[in-house]
């Protein structure tokens, strides 16, 4: 019987939020890439979430509860999303749960499903089509969308109707391949170039050489980390004299200081915080800067974003008595960073885009 004691007494001190759960405390998870490729995005993310959580708790929290937000590191990796998120639901036991990252996007869609556990995936752009958990949510840009824009606008304003394509090659890469391929059909663009990287190789020369021997005028260039940056690098060192296309990842501070000024003059396709003068952005910006002394970003906006919009989808499965997952499509009218972004009939929140240039390693809006 004391054997017994002792061994309860050691499983409780292992797991104390399933042992001794404070009730007038609601914990939310994160499933996030503090570090690995995607650290960047993820620790920016997280600095976001934090802020929802103290202005959320300033609040009044949950219905009078506090929020707690119990973070976990993925290591950008699929089993190390699978082993975070795992550890939140059965040993933190999370009222809900947030992830960051691509692979952690897809890592985790099984393992949702299996525990019933709703989870925001953000800073995200692929997309899950098959087989998607109805608990698994993506509160990121939508790929599709954001592809066809970039090809109607190679199409349109910039008057070519060529492209070439670099992804790399992963799950994510492959479904990069397939919106951009449908993007250009429907614009009347050609991809008559496609080169894929290791995006976790340094050694990028051989496909940088590759692609700039065949001297396309516009790349449409896709990825993240040190093996997207190593390409970009060694194709400004070999003289490209083209035009890059993509995403918000062209703009990163990261991304621009490693790729020896090929970013300048580049486009990519984006949401954008409200403009300046706006009273609730107005005032995020400032608590950002305070608690963080570096500017806000895209990446720590969705972050927010992502946060508040779980933390009041649970005060209305809180108030109106029903599931987190129905409160999901319920949860209306929230006023976030982003745009007046919902769930409705589907589990991906659509944004509006825009598209920017990098001028002077700053951005402007041209679309």
Known sequence: ????????????????????????????????????????????????????????NEAGGI???????????????????????????RINKVAGAISTGDVEFQAINDITGKEKVVTLATICSGMLENNRSPYLFRYCFN???????????????MNESEVALLYPNNLWGKEIEQYNEEGAREAGVSIS???????????????????????????????????????LRYLSELGFQGT??????????????????????????????????DSYTDKYKESYFKKYNEESSVWDALGFDTCKFLIEALKTADKENISL????????????????????????????????KIVDGGVEVVR
């Open 1 to 56: 019987m004391k054997r017994i004691t002792v061994l309860l007494f050691l499983v409780c001190a292992l797991t104390a939020t399933s042992c001794h759960r404070d009730k007038n405390v609601v914990v939310i998870g994160g499933a996030l890439s503090l570090t690995g490729d995607n650290s960047l995005q993820g620790n920016r993310g997280y600095n976001g979430m934090m802020l929802a959580v103290d202005m959320a």
């Open 325 to 356: 997952q129905d409160a999901m499509f319920s949860t209306k009218d929230v006023e976030l960073l982003l745009g007046n972004n919902r769930f409705e009939g589907s589990n991906d929140v659509q944004f509006e885009m825009s598209v920017f």
């Open 63 to 89: 219905n009078g509860k506090k929020v707690k937000l119990v973070a976990e590191d993925t290591q950008t990796s699929a089993k190390g999303a699978i082993n975070a998120l795992t550890k939140l639901v």
């Open 244 to 277: 890059i296309i993509g995403d918000i990842t062209i703009s990163l501070p990261g991304t621009i200081n490693n790729t020896k000024g090929i970013a300048e003059g580049a486009y990519f396709v984006s949401v954008d915080l409200k403009p300046a003068g």
């Open 143 to 157: 790929e599709k969308i954001q592809d066809a824009i970039l090809m109607r606008f190679v199409k349109e304003e």
């Open 193 to 231: 170039i496609k080169e894929t990287y290791d995006p976790n190789s340094f050694d990028q020369k051989g496909v940088a050489t590759k692609l700039f021997s065949q001297n396309p005028k516009i790349v449409c260039a896709r990825g993240f980390g040190s093996g997207f940056e190593a390409v």
